[in-house]
């Protein structure tokens, strides 16, 4: 215990052997240990020993303790410390990064160290940039040239970006902060698009694919919609990755994520949004037939398969939320792709989880009110189930649909208690 109390002397270099040893220690259970590492951890100079931890310590739990105590100094701290400091954080992090990223086995072999580097810098980041690091988006696209596994990398470390900025910034950065940093990602999206465009379009790589569309899922519900709507982006999801079976559930997430956008007063997007609706069901006829039992499916299958009949419930059903209208009147082939992805999202409400008929039900309601007040301008009746003659033809349309409907819920119905 006297020897562990010497990683308290800040005087002195710190003894990483001895901090390693204490840090196994404590981590196989040595509970003794545990308030000089707390201690020593709290300590305001314990950054300095970041560096030097990453650097010569043999032991992961080390290396983890060291990123942790510079993140809560990013976090808490950042501000006090003299901006060359700062600027050398900043390089030593990106460098050690790049330096476990560059080779597919090292990434592999360091994933757990490295996935905590990237949340460290963006934590950097989110302090830094722009201001103070405006070259950060060129530096990471052109650094993403170097080698398939540092563009990996790179990639989750946007991913990670966009969810701090855009899902979890709230209460973690001012509102004016929040604002500029939106304002300087969409501003630079451009190159990150192309660097995107460029992986999708030439890489082989499977992770490197995956992890693309993983990000790329990220940015779609707040990229301009310029950059999904007037380039090849559509088709190249639709025709080229949701037929590959590894690519087919991230690929589904990416097209719900586009058919739940609003674009009003661009009518000249609607040929594009049609086109791929009718590609992903077209593609759906040739996984699920008629007759399979999709909700036996869901219960025997691994979670891939699983994932599949829950991204495809909320494709549909966020889709055909947003764009029934134009379904409606897109011609024939449009009209039996909407007929088709309705018998689908019947059979997905079949499954037994909770989640899912939570999500078919509520679309279910919107769009039996919507023909309700279609038919009720029109001076007709809707019974699920009975088409009477004055029904209009816009509802006439769903009229197999809503018989099978009609089983669909009956079969849903709580049984009262006398039944079971």
């Known amino acids: 215990m006297e020897a562990v109390k010497q990683i308290m002397d800040f005087s002195k270099p710190l003894n990483v052997s001895i901090l390693d040893q ?17 201690q020593f951890k709290r300590h305001p100079q314990a950054w300095t020993r970041v560096d030097t931890i990453l650097d010569k310590s043999q032991s992961p739990h080390c290396k983890l303790l060291g990123l942790t105590i510079l993140e809560q100094t990013i976090k808490f701290r950042w501000g006090t410390l003299p901006p060359q400091q700062r600027k050398g954080v900043r390089q030593f992090i990106v460098g050690l990064i790049i330096k476990l990223s560059q080779n597919k086995e090292v990434l592999q072999k360091n994933a757990k160290f ?6 460290v810098l963006v934590q950097i980041v989110k302090k830094e940039w722009p201001h103070n690091w405006p070259k950060f988006i060129p530096e990471l696209v052109n650094s993403s040239k170097r080698s398939t596994s540092l563009c990996t990398n790179n990639m989750q470390i ?13 209460g973690q950065m001012t509102q004016a902060k929040m604002m500029e940093m939106k304002r300087s990602l969409n501003s630079q999206f451009t190159m990150i698009f192309q660097l995107c465009e460029y992986i999708l379009s ?16 990220r940015f779609l519900h707040w990229i301009p919609v310029g950059f999904i709507f007037e380039t090849k982006l559509i088709e190249t999801l639709s025709t080229k990755f949701f037929r590959v079976p590894q690519f087919q559930n991230v690929t589904l997430q990416c097209l719900g994520e586009i058919g739940s956008i609003e674009f009003k007063g661009k009518p000249e997007y609607i040929p594009n ?18 007759t399979m039992d999709v909700a036996k499916i869901y219960a025997n299958g691994d979670e891939s398969a699983c994932s599949f009949i829950r991204h495809l419930a909320l494709f549909i059903t966020g889709f055909l939320r947003i764009h029934l209208r134009a379904v409606e009147n897109g011609g024939q082939d449009a009209q039996q792709a909407l007929l088709r992805s309705l018998e689908y999202l019947l059979m997905i409400s079949r499954v037994n989880d909770r989640v899912i008929w939570k999500i078919c039900l509520e679309y279910w309601n919107a769009l039996v009110e919507d ?5 009720k301008i029109a001076g007709g009746k809707l019974l699920l189930g009975s088409m009477r003659s004055s029904v209009s033809p816009r509802v006439q349309n769903y009229a197999g ?16 208690e006398e039944v079971h």
């Open 22 to 38: 204490a840090v196994n220690a404590f981590y196989s259970g040595n509970m003794d240990l545990q308030p000089i590492l707390v």
């Open 114 to 119: 490295v996935m905590k580097l990237n949340v």
């Open 158 to 170: 946007l991913k990670l970006l966009s969810e701090e900025i855009f899902d979890y910034s709230s």
């Open 202 to 217: 030439n890489s082989k790589d499977g992770l490197l694919i995956s992890v693309t569309l993983d990000t790329l899922q």
């Open 371 to 375: 023909l309700y007040n279609t038919n």
């Open 273 to 290: 949004i049609l086109a791929m609706f009718k590609a992903v069901i077209a593609q759906v006829s040739e996984l699920i037939q008629p």
């Open 401 to 416: 649909i809503l018989s099978k409907l009609r089983h669909v819920m009956i079969a849903k119905m709580p049984r009262p």
